[in-house]
């Protein structure tokens, strides 16, 4: 009799952890999601972690000789963490620089007067826009057809998303994006 009680015990407590999902657990910073699985079951918190996606598409169908688009699908996000995920739909290779506003300056008439990479100040000819106030990039080029994510955490304010490489920013490659 005390066997099989100690074997009901033991039943018991292995429900019980099974259920209250005790398991194995990973984390992953690059898609912004939790997994975790025991007992079978297997919940994504990438959904429901508190954060918005921002899905961007960057788009050319010439390379330099052609205009270019950067579209974001929201233009308004509320501050906190922000995911992105960037697709580049285009022919050359393309970047994402997250760039905070300050001032009264505008996403879409930022003075290009920047050179070089770092960026270096020049007088006149310019090809890109200065990343002083740089949030969030994806560090390094994506080729034609790849996917990025990115996050980070972003305050209120205003925001340009632009993509960087010389000249691109002057074909098109920008948008706004409102922190709230």
């Known amino acids: 009799m005390h066997a099989r009680r100690m074997s009901l015990v033991a039943g018991t407590v292995l429900a019980l952890a099974l259920a209250s999902g005790c398991g194995s657990s990973s984390k992953s910073n690059a898609s912004g999601s939790t997994t975790t699985s025991g007992g079978g ?40 963490k922000v995911t992105f995920i960037i697709k580049n739909t285009g022919t050359i290779e393309h970047e994402l620089v997250v760039l905070k506003m300050t001032g009264n300056e505008a996403w879409n008439t930022m003075p290009v007067t920047y050179a070089g990479d770092p960026p270096a100040p020049v007088n006149s000819g310019g090809d890109k826009v200065s990343e002083a106030n740089d949030e969030l990039d994806t560090g390094s080029n994506l080729a034609p057809g790849t996917t990025r994510t990115m996050s980070g955490t972003l305050a209120a304010g205003s925001y340009a998303l632009v993509c960087n490489i010389a000249k691109h920013y002057g074909l098109g490659m920008r948008a706004g994006l409102t922190v709230s």
């Open 41 to 80: 079951v297997t919940v994504s918190t990438a959904a429901s972690s508190g954060g918005t996606v921002v899905h961007v598409n960057l788009v050319d169908t010439k390379g330099l000789n052609g205009p270019m688009k950067l579209i974001a699908d929201k233009s308004t996000v509320p501050a906190g």
